[in-house]
């Protein structure tokens, strides 16, 4: 209204200027109910346009006045509006400090304000009765969402969450299920359905809801793609032991697909190199282990390597082992497996050269039995025992602990299955149930005599240090008495031991 104003006065002065500077002011005459008036050009303009500006005024203030009725009312609706945002906010503020009876007076108040947002007052309602502790009334609620299709999925996911609460599985998986089916981006519900199936060992339904997820876009590319691979290996271990060959033959295109899509993926890649050795394929097996190795080297992995062939010398073997190393030369399994190497051999120069590469390791106990293993090879068993005195205390690495005493890589129950799965598909990461459970792994100490003696007997005539284990080029055995992974002293001989290639327990 000012600004029309303004405008109106402006065109005004500018219609007098005009005709001033004309010098020609001009005449105007008005009759009117036999009334004449007679006046110059720029005088009946200015009064014209303020007749017309007081006009306006006029209706504008009669249309004012007129609307003062409504404008309250507008304002009253704004206040309540204003009112019932601030209660939700504060109820629902309240239901998540767990304050019930707060959350619950607010709720009884927010439904006689917010009219307009009554999902609003129903979700608060809802979780003050959950807040509050009334189950009975958190699942009427609940329901009652059932009955608007906007509000269904919610209603879904607190009857889920009442159900898991009450330990009724049964009623929660079938609100999942029924919400999973009800819209395309509901990812609690899969989540929940995706638990179940894990929970029950079911790994092939697992795989069907990956995929189904990665179609409806509810986990990324990458996800999806690590899920399926821990899966195909949980798979391949429940098929593995099975008296029906073609279950044993998915259990070997489900493990070799496992290290197709993950070769970062140690179980999977362990299972498929034992499964394609068993069937013969030696030489795939081998490249398997090797591309894994490229992406993430693992102390199972080169164990799995070691034990792909047999009937071999032990400069053979160690020749083996360098070739697997120099995949990844950087990595510190492969700094081990050099030491490792050049103890298959005896070589103890090579050995100590290796070792100095691991000077700036933290002492394990995994380090510090390979020194001990050193040290003894080297003649000079009382600085191996005191590196073994000091394993005996030091930390044990996690990836050793997938190695059970036995020598079973991944010899996983179907629970540490389960939570591999979905820690690896979401974090990249493998988790290490043996070290959490403190449980028994393969040794990562060797063996020596107890008894203390000076390192003279290991001299021979002309001084020199001769190896302990004397290296021939006989070929190793099925029956070979010790792997050369743990190397203990030649008095203490024993008994075979099981190979990593022997199958972990199967999953169940």
Do not use: C
Request: aromatic share 6%; no cysteine.
């Amino acid at each position: 209204m000012i600004r029309a104003s303004l405008v109106v006065l402006f065109v005004a002065a500018a219609a007098v200027a005009i005709l001033a500077l004309a010098g020609d002011p001009g005449r105007a005459s008005v009759v009117w109910l036999g009334w004449r008036a007679d006046m110059t050009a720029a005088a009946a303009a200015l009064i014209v346009m303020f007749a017309a500006l007081f006009a306006t005024v006029g209706w504008r203030t009669l249309l004012w006045i007129l609307a003062a009725p409504q404008r309250a009312e507008r304002i009253r609706a704004e206040s309540r509006r204003r009112q019932a945002n601030e209660t939700l906010t504060r109820g629902f503020l309240a239901a998540a400090a767990g304050d019930g009876s707060e959350a619950r007076r607010l709720a009884q108040k927010a439904a006689g304000l917010a009219e307009e947002t009554p999902g609003l007052v129903r979700v608060l309602a809802a979780q003050a009765a959950e807040a509050a502790g009334d189950v009975a009334a958190a699942h009427a609620a609940y329901t009652a969402m059932l009955g608007f299709p906007e509000m269904r999925l919610a209603g879904h996911k607190g009857l889920m969450q009442l159900a898991l609460a009450e330990g009724e599985r049964e009623t929660a998986l079938r609100h999942a299920q029924e919400a999973f089916g009800e819209t395309r981006s509901a990812r609690w519900a899969w989540r929940a359905l995706l638990e179940a199936r894990l929970d029950a060992a079911e790994w092939g339904a697992g795989l069907d809801l990956v995929k189904n997820a990665l179609d409806r876009k509810i986990v990324p590319p990458v996800t999806a793609e690590r899920a399926r691979a821990a899966l195909l290996a949980a798979l391949a271990a429940q098929l593995e032991h099975a008296a029906e060959p073609r279950a044993r033959a998915q259990a070997l295109d489900s493990a070799v697909e496992a290290a197709k899509l993950q070769p970062g993926f140690a179980p999977g890649v362990v299972m498929a190199a034992r499964l394609l050795a068993a069937d013969g394929k030696t030489g795939r097996a081998s490249a398997t282990i090797e591309n894994a190795w490229k992406a993430a080297p693992h102390p199972a992995l080169w164990l799995a390597y070691r034990d792909l062939k047999t009937a071999e010398t032990p400069r053979e073997r160690a020749q083996r082992l360098m070739v697997l190393a120099a995949q990844n030369p950087s990595h510190r399994e492969s700094r081990i497996l050099g030491v490792e190497g050049a103890l298959v051999t005896g070589d103890v120069p090579a050995a100590r050269q290796a070792m100095a590469a691991l000077d700036g390791e933290p002492v394990t106990a995994r380090i510090a039995g390979l020194r001990a293993r050193m040290a003894f090879a080297a003649g000079q068993p009382d600085e191996a025992r005191l590196w073994l005195a000091q394993g005996m205390n030091a930390p044990q690495e996690p990836d050793w602990s997938d190695l059970d005493p036995e020598g079973r890589a991944f010899a996983y129950q179907a629970s540490d299955w389960a939570r591999l799965v979905i820690t690896f598909a979401e974090t990249g990461v493998l988790i290490h149930p043996r070290h959490e459970r403190r449980e028994r792994t393969l040794s990562e100490l060797p063996e020596l005599p107890i008894a203390y003696a000076d390192s003279a007997p290991f001299l021979t005539a002309d001084g020199l240090e001769p190896a302990p284990y004397p290296v021939d080029e006989e070929s190793y055995d099925e029956d070979e008495a010790m792997t050369e992974a743990q190397a203990p002293a030649p008095p203490r001989r024993r008994a075979g031991r099981g190979r990593l290639a022997s199958a972990p327990r199967a999953a169940k």
